[in-house]
């Protein structure tokens, strides 16, 4: 029997979440996971090393690979080294010199890129030091930006319109977002990632912060044609709870956003938590609009922060990804 190839797309600790599920259901539903990885961070130690080195902002896609680490325990060390942080003040020392706030695996990465001069190879090399099960990818091999029109920005003119620059600002934002938008508009999709959509079994949104993690793949032209074109079927991981960028969407809104930026996408199954959901008839109706079924199961920590907990999420994706086979 073919392995299931499933992809998944966005990017932080949403996607990282979703990665960890999916490496628990892969023995057991033979899984081959690609994870596709938003790259317009332009805050902390991946827009430092952005701005500094030109390079692909490097923290999503390490989280990524640290999410499909390997079970050895030298893979394991491996990927508590690619966590570690370097602190903000050393010890002996007035200030935490030029290290200070950056990921050893943001640094490797960004090693890697520029003495491999391929973002693609240097992301399977850094996979092969971690025993990665599956494979990690940007949506495109070069950084983007991210903007978005924003009403509210000013609580004393809550009607006023303004366009708020980068993922950080953007996912901070105290308003409305009202649109978003790629710079470059048209960003060439990693030719990697859009041949694994292609030939895909499973195509995983979410969950994730919405318009900076999940949107961003829909507005890179070669990959959203891929999504629409590919024979997959496809997934929606919704959210446990509204964050800054979403505040005052609905869950239901929060479907109709993708509809919004890729009208021609189609979803089988839309997953979520029934505590999260609250009513799930307007839920359930915007999955319909979609082509979609929702389904409803226990995916969140139980010490009610509005994490998804790994265990919890492989449990019900193992049904779901499984029903076919």
Known sequence: MTPTRVVAFGGGHGLSASLRALRRCAP????????????????????????????????????????????????????????????????GADDGGGLAGHAVGNLVLCGLMELLGDPVAALDHAGAMLGAVGRVLPMSCEPV???????????????ELRTVRGQHQVAVTQGRVESLRLTPGRPPACPEAVAAVREADWLIFGPG??????????????????????????LVTLNLAAEKETLGLSVADHLAALAWYLPELKVDLVLADGKAVGDPEPVARAAESLGARLVLAPVA?????????????????VPVLGADR
């Open 209 to 234: 912060s919405w318009y900076t993690s999940v949107i961003p793949h829909l507005l890179v032209p070669e990959l959203a044609d891929a999504i629409v074109a590919s024979p997959a079927r496809r």
């Open 145 to 159: 930006g991210i903007e978005a029109q924003v009403r509210g920005v000013d609580p004393r003119r809550p009607d």
């Open 301 to 317: 920590v139980v010490d009610g922060t509005p994490r998804h907990d790994p265990a919890a999420l492989g449990s019900a994706l």
């Open 28 to 91: 057991e539903l033979d899984l081959e996971i690609t994870a596709v990885v938003t790259v317009g961070d332009d805050g902390g130690s991946s827009g430092r090393l952005r701005a500094e080195r030109d390079a692909l902002p490097p923290g999503d896609l390490r989280q990524a690979l640290v999410a499909l680490a390997g079970d050895h325990p030298a893979t394991r060390r491996s990927a508590k080294l690619f966590q570690h942080r370097f602190s903000e003040v050393a010890a």
